[in-house]
């Protein structure tokens, strides 16, 4: 959530960099500040200020403040209460300045060795444990800048994206990626340096986007690029960064754009709080450790899609972490007489943060009193839920246009997966078995872009389903929740009636509608299950239903008369939901295709509920 740029220039950087922060406001921050190696002196000037960028406006504007070479930050507080002194740029013995995105895991260790050697810390954060070993290591031993950045990093354990200053070297910025994005800007005769190109937008439209392990140095004339020792060459992308979140590009449509960003965005969610072998739980904020220490139970809270990824979480909440959980539809719950047991974590799922019952939900819980924290999943740091929540978890889907929401959905699916992991530490999990969870989520983005391959064979399917009336959706366990957002999905944008049932409750009342002219779609992964949803699906075979069923390549499923098949790659089973929840967002948009609707605007419905 945090936000980094910088700027190597023959102008003064002061307004680019405050600029870019301005387009960042959207991540949310609780401070800002900005370093400047000063044009006259050579010495490194900083500001911060606690706040909106438009506080660090005003202290800059009180007294001179320029330079050509300089760096910025927007931070959202994981060490350290929001405060100007744990704010960015930190700095050490005024020759080095260093902002930070991501989380320094081995910090605690690195500090007593830098205390112990005389360094004094005046922030709480991991951060400036990082700038004293680059001062210690680049003074000590007498590196440049760039070789001293090579030696420090393979110290830190976790994730950062880093870039450093210093005025032993004032033409030179130097930056290192390890799991938090960055992505250079290019200029002529001047570079640049941001985590988001949205950040340097007024000013260049070629970017390089760095990739795990680069580091690189920024130099008027040149950018140079190194991974694993070696000279590397990243090529350059243009790019309007201003209208590229507005514009549909090659897709027709927004919500097929949307479908097809989701490997990136669920990467996006997932850099920064994740290592190689566990979850960063402190991308959750500096409140998330003592309250989830305290949880024993969890009540969750939504409406719509999002209810449903609360559906989905309940199941990885006991089964995964073996904590209870319940799960209300927001405008019900303050309807009803709540008993708050001992030890609850109230969550709020919202990809807006403006839904009126959601935020209604929200105050009576925190009126009602009892719970332990209030925790925010949401897509919108600004929004009125993350700000009146005690902690949140931005899903960091990027803009959703489409009013049937796509990617805000599997992101807070991945925001929701990562809460169950840290809670499940609390439980008993063992190291290696979220050692295995994280090489599943690592493994997520590649399966995702697999699984979009399948577009033209669900088209196929869409055509079939285009001139039906009704539909129903069967799924188990987990995949009976995407089972209902797949109906969900086909109801909202092609405006068939669509309804979805666990598997196992057809003969208990919706087998009674199964004929030759009812659409069955089924979700079927290679779990435990399986042969129960195989013996669900013989039922509605033998009464002459057509079945479409999304099956894992290995579960045995074959094409017939009866029986359209579109075979998903093996998933573990822990990403399942995910996966599952793509060929029926598929399906949906292309039978609106045929049908001729309004995709991105259905009728009826907004994209964020603001009433009751």
């Known amino acids: 959530m945090c936000g980094i740029v910088g700027a190597v220039a023959?102008?003064?950087?002061?307004?680019?960099l405050l600029e870019g922060l301005r387009r960042l406001e959207y991540r949310g921050y609780d401070s800002a500040g900005m370093a400047l190696l000063d044009a006259a002196t050579g010495a490194i000037d900083c500001i911060k200020a606690t706040g909106k960028v438009a506080k660090l406006e005003e202290s800059m504007a009180a007294r001179p403040f320029e330079g050509r070479v300089g760096i910025a930050h927007t931070r959202w507080a994981t060490h350290g209460e929001p405060s100007e002194r744990n704010a960015h740029p930190h700095l050490s013995s005024d020759d080095f300045a260093l902002v930070h995105n991501g989380i320094i895991e081995n910090y605690q260790s690195l500090r007593q060795e830098l205390t112990a050697q005389g360094y004094v810390f005046v922030s709480e954060t991991d951060t400036e444990a990082v700038v004293h070993l680059i001062h210690q290591a680049c003074v000590g031993r007498g590196l440049s800048l760039l070789e001293t950045v090579k030696q420090v990093v393979p110290r830190l354990h976790g994730a950062y994206g880093l870039c450093v200053i210093s005025r032993r070297e004032p033409d030179r910025i130097v930056v290192a990626r390890s799991g938090s994005p960055l992505v250079i800007g290019v200029g002529i005769g001047e570079n640049f340096i941001a985590s988001d190109a949205l950040a340097l937008g007024q000013v260049t439209d070629r970017f390089m986007y760095l990739e795990e392990g680069d580091i690189a140095e920024l130099t008027l004339k040149d950018v140079k690029i190194w991974n694993a020792g070696k000279r590397v060459q990243r090529?350059?992308?243009?790019?309007?960064?201003?209208?590229?979140?507005?514009?549909?590009?090659?897709?027709?449509?927004?919500?097929?754009?949307?479908?097809?960003?989701?490997?990136?965005?669920?990467?996006?969610?997932?850099?920064?709080?994740?290592?190689?072998?566990?979850?960063?739980?402190?991308?959750?904020?500096?409140?998330?450790?003592?309250?989830?220490?305290?949880?024993?139970?969890?009540?969750?809270?939504?409406?719509?899609?999002?209810?449903?990824?609360?559906?989905?979480?309940?199941?990885?909440?006991?089964?995964?972490?073996?904590?209870?959980?319940?799960?209300?539809?927001?405008?019900?719950?303050r309807y009803r007489h709540i008993i708050v047991q001992p030890g609850t974590l109230f969550v709020t799922i919202s990809q807006s943060g403006e839904t009126a019952d959601t935020l209604a939900a929200l105050r009576f819980a925190r009126e009602l009193g009892g719970y332990v924290g209030h925790l925010a999943i949401c897509n919108v740091a600004t929004s009125s839920l993350v700000r009146e929540s005690d902690f949140c978890l931005l899903t960091n889907a990027g803009r959703e246009i489409g009013v049937a929401s796509t990617k805000a959905f599997t992101t807070q699916l991945c925001a929701l997966l990562l809460l169950t992991l840290v809670?499940?530490?609390?439980?008993?999990?063992?190291?290696?078995?979220e050692q295995q969870y994280v090489r599943d989520l690592?493994?997520?983005?590649?399966?995702?872009?697999?699984?979009?391959?399948?577009?033209?064979?669900?088209?196929?399917?869409?055509?079939?389903?285009?001139?039906?009336?009704?539909?129903?959706?069967?799924?188990?366990?987990?995949?009976?929740?995407?089972?209902?957002?797949?109906?969900?999905?086909?109801?909202?944008?092609s405006y068939i009636h669509a309804e979805a049932?666990?598997?196992?409750?057809?003969?208990?009342?919706?087998?009674?509608?199964?004929?030759?002219?009812m659409p069955v779609i089924a979700v079927a992964p290679n779990d435990e299950l399986l042969g129960k949803l195989k013996g669900n699906l013989a039922e509605v075979s033998a009464r002459g239903g057509k079945l479409f069923v999304f099956?894992?390549?290995?579960?045995?499923?074959?094409?017939?008369?009866?029986?359209?098949?579109?075979?998903?790659?093996?998933?573990?089973?822990?990403?399942?939901?995910?996966?599952?929840?793509?060929?029926?967002?598929?399906?949906?948009?292309?039978?609106?295709?045929?049908?001729?609707?309004?995709?991105?605007?259905?009728?009826?419905?907004?994209?964020?509920?603001?009433?009751?």
Not at 306 to 331: C, F, R, V
Not at 475 to 490: C, D, N, S
Not at 583 to 611: E, M, W
């Open 10 to 16: 023959q102008r003064d950087v002061a307004g680019i």
């Open 235 to 333: 090529d350059i992308t243009h790019i309007t960064s201003e209208i590229a979140e507005v514009e549909k590009g090659e897709y027709g449509h927004f919500m097929l754009k949307e479908i097809h960003e989701q490997a990136q965005v669920i990467r996006n969610s997932l850099n920064g709080r994740i290592s190689d072998t566990h979850v960063l739980e402190e991308a959750f904020g500096v409140k998330a450790r003592g309250i989830f220490d305290q949880v024993k139970q969890v009540q969750i809270v939504a409406c719509g899609t999002s209810y449903h990824a609360g559906m989905i979480t309940k199941y990885w909440l006991e089964n995964i972490a073996k904590i209870p959980s319940q799960i209300d539809i927001a405008s019900d719950y």
């Open 423 to 433: 809670l499940a530490r609390r439980t008993g999990m063992s190291d290696e078995t």
């Open 442 to 493: 690592n493994s997520l983005s590649g399966l995702v872009t697999r699984t979009l391959l399948l577009d033209k064979q669900v088209k196929a399917v869409a055509k079939a389903l285009m001139d039906k009336h009704h539909a129903l959706y069967l799924g188990r366990g987990v995949q009976y929740p995407v089972a209902k957002e797949g109906a969900l999905k086909l109801k909202e944008i």
């Open 501 to 517: 049932y666990p598997a196992g409750e057809l003969k208990h009342g919706p087998l009674a509608l199964v004929d030759e002219k």
């Open 551 to 612: 099956a894992d390549e290995s579960a045995g499923f074959e094409n017939d008369r009866s029986c359209k098949v579109v075979n998903l790659p093996s998933v573990p089973e822990i990403l399942a939901p995910i996966i599952y929840t793509i060929p029926l967002q598929l399906l949906s948009y292309h039978v609106a295709i045929y049908k001729g609707t309004d995709v991105d605007h259905p009728r009826n419905l907004a994209k964020s509920v603001t009433v009751e």
